[in-house]
């Protein structure tokens, strides 16, 4: 039976298919990605009816923006997710400093954890970048990318998002989150109502805690393959990679607090394998397998 996640469905504004395509890693040549491989894989996803897009500033240093924005340059029915705050890159630690000053921004480097700027003239010169990126005049979902509880109490912050979603700079806004206490405190945000978390078959915990608090808010799971650990131990139960995929992914989304899903996918041959097991569907014996292998 073929899996609901390639069905179109209400989520905030738009009418998309819940399953989402992570593009963390499009046009990172230095982790062996070309951008015409990038470019093959999102167009092969849209092709075969996806439409809800994850990216940020950060991904391949702005490469996977400019991909997103060509690939979805003359296609309707998507929307576009896009991350600003977390400084990974040159401009944005540049940026950032206008803002706040030197003092304890990093993150060039790979042993060092990178710095957050949520300062509200930042995240609107930031969000002014990305639409350049993409070649948009708007931005459809613009979300904070990893801030901390205590950036929700930022009323200068809060009311700066609001205001862009106003002057038509943005359609909506929220966050993308990795902690319990940041999740809660970004879900009682006046005025967000997109939120990423993590959520897969081996932990549920953060969604569960928000069920009862999401209200009006389109929750959105990440990290549905785990860190990495959670596909190895599936397939070594049995599974071939693509039915093992689509059982971690339909798995997450089947969680009563999920809205959608992302998969992040940068090879046309990982695009066209999971859509493919995906559209055969996941039967609920697959299900209880993967269930049981996390559980052992």
Avoid at 21 to 38: H, N, P, V, Y
Avoid at 40 to 45: C, F, G, P
Avoid at 217 to 246: F, I
Wanted: charged content about 25%; glycine content about 10%.
């Amino acid at each position: 039976m073929r899996s609901e996640l390639l069905t179109p469905t209400r989520l905030g504004d738009f009418e998309l298919a819940p399953l989402g395509m992570g593009t963390a890693k499009l046009g990172a040549f230095w982790q062996k990605r070309s951008i015409k491989e990038g470019e093959e894989a999102l167009n092969r996803a849209l092709d075969m009816g996806l439409g809800l897009i994850d990216t940020a500033d950060v991904y391949a240093r702005g490469i996977s923006e400019r991909i997103v924005g060509r690939a979805i340059k003359h296609r309707d029915n998507v929307a576009v997710m896009t991350k600003v705050g977390l400084l990974k890159t040159p401009r944005g630690i540049i940026s950032a400093r206008k803002h706040v000053g030197q003092v304890g921004l990093q993150g060039l480097k790979a042993a060092t954890t990178a710095s957050t700027c949520f300062a509200p003239g930042y995240v609107e010169s930031a969000a002014l970048d990305c639409m350049r990126r993409q070649g948009r005049d708007e931005l459809d979902i613009l979300l904070l990318h990893e801030p901390k509880a205590s950036d929700f109490e930022q009323t200068a912050l809060l009311e700066q998002l609001n205001s862009m979603q106003e002057r038509g700079m943005i359609k909506a806004w929220g966050a993308s989150v990795r902690s319990q206490e940041d999740a809660l405190a970004a879900v009682l945000a006046p005025g967000l109502s997109w939120l990423q978390v993590p959520v897969n078959l081996g932990n549920t915990t953060i969604a569960d805690n928000l069920l009862p608090l999401k209200k009006d808010v389109t929750l959105v799971g990440l990290a549905v393959l785990g860190d990495g650990s959670l596909l190895p131990r599936v397939t070594a139960g049995g599974l071939n990679r693509p039915k093992a995929v689509a059982a971690l992914v339909e798995g997450a989304y089947r969680h009563p607090a999920i809205d959608a899903v992302l998969l992040g996918m940068s090879r046309p041959a990982h695009v066209t394998e999971n859509l493919a097991a995906l559209e055969r569907g996941v039967s609920e014996a697959d299900l209880k397998s993967v269930q049981k292998l996390l559980e052992s």
